[in-house]
């Protein structure tokens, strides 16, 4: 696969998709706590009900590891229930903010200033954060040279049949992919799949993509 197709799929769907980063949980901080945090709360529900999770987080304070291991019991489940699966993920925060606390006396600084394989293999030692989230904080706050993949994003690559199988090899290879524009490509892909390419009735016979989609054309000669 060559970048040339990477391109050539962005373009057409940049030109269709009219992208609010904004409306991405991830992508509204830019403190590196926050973004885990954030992405922790997106993991299984959607960008609205993570959005509201952390507005709650933040009207209480819990906004940096010393604030969440200080908080009372319940606080954290309650400010987060929003977002489903909360006492999962509130253990998940708290494991994080303990890490933190215990190994650099509270400042994520020291961490996330390592190598970006290392943060990665760090960060998915917290029970709770798997390669996915990891790799969102890795792009979206070091650039590093990762693919996160979403269902979204999982869905549209087997449908225009770029990528296919576990988490490791989809990635890998949207990233041959998409490797220059890998921060674009990712949001753009979520977008295109909530607006196009969704898991029901996709627009197939309006996406711009159809020529290049053989899912696409079936879907199309079906209906
Ligand atoms: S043609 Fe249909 S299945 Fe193919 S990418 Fe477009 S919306 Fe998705």
Known sequence: ??????????????????????????ARYRDPFLIIVATILSQNTSDRNSIKAMQNMERLGLTNPQ???????????KAIRVSGMYRQKART??????HIMTNYGGDIGPMISKGWKDVREELMSIK????????????????????????HIKRIASRLGIAHGDYKKVSHELLEIFFNKRLEAHLYLIAFGRSYCRARSPLCSRCPLLDMCDYGKTFVKQR
Do not use: C, H, W
């Not at 604030?67 to 489940?77: C, F, K, V, W, Y």
């Not at 925060?93 to 303990?98: E, K, S, V, W």
């Not at 989230?133 to 792009?139: E, R, S, W």
């Open 1 to 26: 696969m060559s970048l040339r197709l990477g391109d050539e799929i962005l373009n057409r769907i940049m030109q269709s998709v009219k992208l609010d980063v904004s409306e991405f949980v991830s």
């Open 128 to 151: 709770g954060i798997g390669e996915k989230t990891a790799d969102v904080f890795l792009l979206f706050y070091m650039n590093a040279p990762v693919f996160p993949v979403d269902t």
């Open 67 to 77: 604030a969440i291991m200080a908080s009372p019991p319940g606080e954290l489940e």
């Open 93 to 98: 925060i708290r494991d994080l903010a303990r």
